[in-house]
């Protein structure tokens, strides 16, 4: 953030940020509270953002309830639903930007138990 400060040279700047806990937390919204340059905005738009959308589909079909056992299991849910995706013309497929497709992507295996 202090980079951002000098990059805008006293100016006034409103950083428009969604709602991941990390950018509202208590120790930011204090730190923000100190700063006359900067205003925060909080803002939710998954439909300016693909991988908004991407990871929508997925947590609704191929990730919900997944109990793996595997690491794998997760990485093979997920390369599946990025297939479906990139097949179907009205979900965000290869022009938007989402993870590697599983032909150029080969995620690291493991046997190892989730904990």
Known sequence: M????VFY?????ILVWDGLSAHWSRA?????????WLTLERAYAPELNPVELLWSSLKKR??????GDHLADV????EQGIRRINTNPQLPG?????????STHQPHRT???IK
Not at 62 to 67: F, S, T, W, Y
Not at 75 to 78: F, I, L, P, Q, S
Not at 94 to 102: C, D, L
């Open 2 to 5: 202090e980079q951002m400060k």
């Open 9 to 13: 040279n006293g100016e006034q700047v």
């Open 28 to 36: 930011m919204r204090a730190w923000v509270a100190e700063q006359d």
């Open 62 to 67: 191929e990730l919900a309830n997944l109990a």
């Open 75 to 78: 990485a093979d849910a997920t």
């Open 94 to 102: 290869p022009s938007s930007p989402t993870p590697a497709s599983p």
């Open 111 to 113: 046997n190892e138990k």
